[in-house]
């Protein structure tokens, strides 16, 4: 699978001219730059939210973990952007979070996950 199949949404590569690319990602619930060289997601969107947080790996995979873990709350979780900024997500929108993440993974270095 290439990483064009693995988001399977909007995509597209981006050469600053100093060997650096990013994709530009947007998925389900979630929206942001993939920068291949520091093995890092950018969120810049959470639904409907502007955010702006780097993801590295270490912290992809607590996320992930979290959400799978409560992927089956009926209520939802509450997701704090900015440290101060809480978002609802509803128990489809977990899912929905889950999948864009699924898609995401693979582009991260082996040696990041």
Same mark, same amino acid.
């Given at each position: 699978?290439?990483?064009?199949?693995?988001?399977?949404?909007? !995509?597209?590569y981006q050469s600053?001219? #100093?060997?650096?690319?990013v994709?530009h990602i /947007?998925?389900?619930?979630i %929206?942001g730059e993939?920068? %291949?060289?520091?093995?890092e997601?950018? *969120?810049? @969107?959470?639904?409907? &939210?502007?955010t702006?947080?780097?993801i590295?790996?270490?912290?992809?995979?607590? *996320?992930y973990?979290y959400?799978k %873990? =409560?992927r089956d709350d009926? /209520?939802g979780?509450? #997701?704090?952007?900015?440290?101060?900024m809480?978002? =609802? *997500?509803?128990?489809?929108?977990? @899912? #929905? &979070?889950?999948e864009? #993440? /699924? %898609? !995401?993974?693979? *582009?991260?270095?082996? /040696?990041?996950?």
């Amino acid at each position: 699978m290439n990483e064009n199949q693995a988001i399977g949404q909007k !995509l597209f590569y981006q050469s600053t001219g #100093l060997g650096v690319f990013v994709m530009h990602i /947007e998925g389900n619930v979630i %929206k942001g730059e993939f920068d %291949k060289n520091r093995n890092e997601f950018s *969120l810049q @969107h959470v639904k409907q &939210f502007v955010t702006s947080s780097t993801i590295n790996a270490n912290q992809f995979r607590s *996320l992930y973990d979290y959400l799978k %873990k =409560h992927r089956d709350d009926h /209520e939802g979780q509450i #997701l704090t952007l900015y440290d101060q900024m809480p978002v =609802h *997500l509803s128990a489809e929108d977990i @899912h #929905l &979070f889950i999948e864009d #993440l /699924e %898609k !995401l993974q693979p *582009l991260y270095h082996p /040696e990041g996950m």
